[in-house]
Every structure is written in C-alpha cells, then in structure tokens.
C-alpha cells in the first residue's frame, strides 16, 4: 500500500526532493505548492523538476544532498552530514542538527 | 454496454455501469455533504472522478507535478506486522532508500504513550541513532489512546462499564481523569523524544475513544508547542466524526463532540500543530467510487478551511480505500489519484 501511493502520488523522497519540501512543510507549516515553490526557488530548479528522479539525483550529488545509491558514491554525506548541508541550502533549522553541534561544541575537560 | 471493474468498500470485486458508477460518485459527495454541512462536489469534479473510476487501467497516477509530501504512520511497527526480522532502525532505511518516503517515523510495536513512557530511554536511544543514519525527516509517532488509562489495564475507573449502568457522571470524571493522565505522558514522551533530535511528533489515531482523547491531544499539542515553539505535531485522527463519550467537553469554547475534520482543523489550528492527517470512514456496503467521492467531499473542505498542511490518512479502511490488509493496488492508486488532484491537499 505504502509503494502504490508512493508510486501514484508521492514525491519520491530521497531519490528526488520530497525529503526537502516535507521538511518545509515540517519547519514552516507550508502548504504544498508554496513549499515546492520555495525549495526550487532555493536550488534554481522549475517546480516540475523536483520529483524528477534523473535532474534531482543530479542535483543532489552536485550539492551532496545524501543520495540513495551511496555505495556508488564513496566520500558523500550521508544521514546527519546530508542533514547539515540541507538545513543550510533550505535556511532552516533541523532539530537534530542542531542538538549534535551542542554536543560536540562543549569543551572536554578532564577533571 | 461495457461493465467498469471496480470494488467495494470490504475489497470484493464487482461491476457497475456506466450510469450506476455516475449514480454512486453522486450518492457518495451527497452523503458528505449532508453529513458535514459542506458543499458537494462540482459537475467537472464528479466527471473527473467518473474518468478515474471508469480508467480500464490496473494502476492510474496523478499528472506529472501534483506530487505530493507522503508521511507514514507507525512505519517501523508495519516492518514487523508483516513478520520481516529486521531492526527499527532497518526499517527506517526501507522507507528512505527503497519505498521513496518523503518522511519516517521511529515508533514501538506497543503505539501507545502510555505504553512508551516507562521505556523510553531505550526509544530515545535507539531514536538518536537513527538520526545519525537517516536523511529524509523523521516524526516520533504513538496514539493516544486514551482506553488504555481505564481498568483494568490502567488507573481509572472504566467509562464503558460506567455509561451502562446509568452512571454518566461517574463516566465523565474517569474520562476527565483519564485525560489528565494521557496529556502528562504525551508531553513527557513527546519532549523526550524532541529532546533527543526527532524532527517532529506525530499524535496517530487522535480521538479513537472519543471527545476527551482528543481535547487530551489538543491540550498536549498547546503544551508541547509552547515548551518547544519550533516542534512539528501532525495530528491524525482515527474517524471522520468526533463520538461522543463524554458529549460536553470543549475546546475554546466550541462543543468538540459531533466534529467533522473542517471544524476539527480549526481546533488543530489553534492548538499549534503543523500538520493534520483528516480520517474519512470506508462504508463496506458501498462501492470504492462511492467512499472517494465522499472522502473527498470531506477532504476537499477540510482543505478550504485550513491554513496548514492536510495530509489526509490513506490506509485501509480510510479515504476511499477498502478495508482489507492487503488493499489492492487499482483501489489504493484511484483514491490516491482522486484524492489529491479533486481535493488539492498537501500531502498523504
């Protein structure tokens, strides 16, 4: 059920940009059409390109978005480094970002 | 003239004309209608919904550009209803990497916050984990659930055995009790979680027993929003109708009992929440087309009266789709299809 929605309706996910418009809608409570606006308008793509598979696997390995063939691709962010890299490209913040710059800023210090 | 394939709302197979199909889209935007107060569906909508239904196709899909967000309930839990041994954290990369989610959610096979709370160290750890590893956004999900306060399995006396004995006062306070309970262990569990870097909660089934676990959830969601102003809370609800357990709770000043999803968004509105997941009922005795055009009629004027994303729940036995576990594929894909290009929601 999962993938005949997925396949019938849904963005795509990683193997485009749905990751980056559900995050939009996820951190600034946009409706669809303003957060597809804002993610093409933020990486100079039409609308109609972001759930293609071809441009945006593309685009993503040019801006090391995290893909998902990542075998094919060693050396590439993956999980929280991709999630650092798209909290700057969108302009926003990703709770989970943020909490692992808290826990590796502190200072160690041996007592 | 040539028979439409189609089916019921249990799954079964059947065939209808043409003029019986164009009778059902009807029957079933007047149904919502008349239930909800909304308005039916237009002529060039029930014609399009009609072009859907009468597709001979095994599998039909939006247009190129109506894509939409898909956030999936209980993800992990559904990985191990279908008995394949893998880890929670497996299953998250299943979603990410093969089914092409838009999102995940990390959640116990036990749904439930009360449940969650006792172990939740464990869920936050192993949550933390799988945010190193996943890319795409990731919710916290459980129900509410509010049953699961009553005796015996909780503290409160229970209101089902209450109601019948003429006892509706006594009912009321248990629900009032249960409430108090559930609304703690949603934010304690909905902060650890938050705490530990999920991107959002999301409150599943709100309102399966009726007004008061929904007020329980509208009161979280005010809690956990003001605690963390920067929190995405989906709430989904478990039916179309909000019953009436306990019938005089209120939510800023409106009666919650009796509730469609376009007066129940304006309630999530107003709690914080970032998203709302509507739940339309599939009747059994009706055929598919019948059931989506009445989902969609429900949808269409949650959506007009929103000013926050709708993803609509698309499961079986919701939103047109057929209530059976194994929801067939040219059922699944014509709701699909029907319920994101007639309503223009936001995501599934």
Same mark, same amino acid.
């Given at each position: 059920m999962a993938s005949a929605h997925s396949t019938a309706s849904g963005m795509g996910g990683m193997r485009t940009a749905g990751d980056l418009v559900a995050r939009m809608q996820m951190s600034r409570g946009m409706k669809i059409k303003e957060a597809k606006e804002y993610v093409a308008n933020k990486l100079k793509v039409s609308v109609s390109a972001l759930s293609d598979p071809v441009l945006m696997s593309e685009m993503r390995e040019d801006l090391n978005l995290g893909m998902v063939s990542t075998s094919l691709f060693p050396g590439s962010a993956k999980g929280i480094e991709a999630k650092f890299r798209i909290a700057e490209l969108l302009d926003i913040e990703i709770n989970c970002v943020n909490r692992f710059k808290d826990r590796i800023g502190g200072k160690l210090r041996v007592l | 003239m040539q028979k439409i394939y189609t089916r019921m709302g249990d799954g079964s197979v059947t065939e209808l004309s043409e003029s019986e199909l164009k009778q059902d889209l009807e029957e079933g935007t007047r149904d919502a209608a008349e239930r909800g107060k909304v308005s039916p569906l237009s002529e060039d909508e029930l014609s399009y919904l009609f072009d859907i239904y009468s597709a001979p196709y095994r599998f039909v899909s939006v247009e190129h550009g109506n894509e939409?967000?898909?956030?999936?309930?209980?993800?992990?839990?559904?990985?191990?209803?279908?008995?394949?041994?893998?880890?929670?954290?497996?299953?998250?990369?299943?979603?990410?990497?093969?089914?092409?989610?838009?999102?995940?959610?990390?959640?116990?096979?036990?749904?439930?916050?009360?449940?969650?709370?006792?172990?939740?160290?464990?869920?936050?750890?192993?949550?933390?984990q799988a945010l190193l590893m996943m890319t795409i956004p990731m919710f916290y999900g459980a129900m509410p659930n509010l049953g699961s306060?009553?005796?015996?399995?909780?503290?409160?006396?229970?209101?089902?055995?209450?109601?019948?004995?003429?006892?509706?006062?006594?009912?009321? /306070? /248990?629900?009032?009790?249960?409430?108090?309970?559930?609304?703690?262990?949603?934010?304690?569990?909905?902060?650890?979680?938050?705490?530990?870097?999920?991107?959002?909660?999301?409150?599943?089934?709100t309102a399966a027993a009726g007004d008061p676990d929904f007020l329980a959830t509208l009161r979280a969601t005010e809690l956990l929003k003001r605690k963390y102003p920067q929190m995405c809370i989906e709430i989904g609800m478990a039916g179309e109708f909000i019953l009436g357990m306990h019938g005089e709770l209120t939510y800023d000043g409106v009666r919650l009992a009796g509730l469609y999803p376009h007066r129940q968004v304006e309630l999530v509105e107003k709690a914080g929440a970032t998203i709302f997941g509507p739940a339309i009922n599939t009747n059994t005795d009706k055929s598919c087309a019948w059931n989506t055009a009445r989902a969609v009629t429900f949808t269409k004027a949650c959506v007009k009266n929103s000013h926050i994303p709708i993803h609509a729940n698309m499961g079986m036995g919701v939103g047109g789709l057929p209530v059976v576990d194994q929801p067939p594929t040219d059922a699944v894909s014509r709701a699909s299809k029907a319920m994101v290009e007639v309503s223009r929601l936001d995501g599934l």
């Open positions: - | 939409v967000v898909l956030s999936y309930d209980a993800a992990t839990l559904k990985i191990r209803r279908v008995g394949v041994s893998t880890h929670r954290i497996q299953s998250l990369q299943i979603y990410e990497k093969i089914l092409g989610a838009d999102t995940a959610e990390f959640d116990h096979v036990d749904y439930s916050f009360k449940s969650v709370k006792p172990i939740i160290a464990y869920e936050q750890t192993e949550l933390e306060y009553t005796q015996p399995d909780g503290p409160c006396p229970n209101y089902a055995d209450l109601m019948p004995q003429g006892k509706i006062s006594e009912a009321r /306070a /248990a629900q009032e009790e249960a409430m108090e309970l559930a609304i703690k262990d949603m934010v304690a569990v909905g902060s650890a979680m938050y705490e530990s870097g999920a991107d959002g909660i999301n409150f599943d089934t």
